[in-house]
């Protein structure tokens, strides 16, 4: 990806080196740094699911030079989220190692969430929206169901999908034809 910025670029090396073929794609990475880049002053941001950090440094780079906003990454992987860590990441961001299911009760509310792992977004959806402040957005990505996708695959997305639609407090928007597909939620305010 010639375009994408260093942060990116050295994340896409990571998971190859590392044989992690999970990885947000490019356009859910740039619909990460758009409303990056929208988070309210002294906002927090929540990624569930670090892997090799791509996605991470979508957020960052959408951030650009703000210093005001906590970025917090969760993943179950302590070793390939050690390497994540290695790379020099602003100040405000930290990593939590855990199942982002359990996690996201201890960790606070959040402007931004990305669920991109199972723990979050799979099992304990319900403790990731309730984690979203009023006016927060979630991102839940690889919501698109492939024509040569398994059945376990497509049980697991409409499982999503439906449990989304669950919330009268979210406002919803299919965007499944978007990269791996995208189901962007907004926190209803009061």
Request: net charge negative; glycine share 12%.
């Amino acid at each position: 990806m010639p375009d994408a910025p260093a942060s990116v670029t050295a994340a896409l090396d990571r998971a190859d080196a590392q044989g992690f073929a999970l990885s947000s794609e490019p356009g859910v990475g740039e619909l990460l740094s758009a409303l990056a880049a929208a988070v309210p002053e002294r906002g927090r941001i929540l990624e569930l699911g670090t892997g090799a950090g791509v996605g991470l440094a979508w957020l960052v780079e959408g951030l650009g030079a703000r210093g005001d906003v906590e970025v917090v990454s969760v993943d179950v992987d302590d070793h390939l989220q050690s390497l994540v860590r290695q790379w020099p990441w602003p100040s405000w961001v930290r990593f939590e190692t855990g199942d982002g299911a359990e996690l996201v009760t201890t960790l606070g509310s959040f402007d931004l969430v990305f669920a991109d792992a199972p723990g979050g977004k799979t099992h304990g959806l319900d403790r990731t929206v309730a984690a979203l402040n009023p006016g927060g957005v979630l991102v839940v990505d690889d919501m698109a169901i492939w024509p040569d996708g398994d059945a376990e695959q497509r049980e697991r997305i409409e499982k999503v999908t439906a449990e989304l639609h669950t919330f009268d407090d979210l406002v919803l928007a299919d965007l499944t034809d978007h990269s791996s597909g995208v189901i962007l939620a907004t926190k209803r305010r009061g």
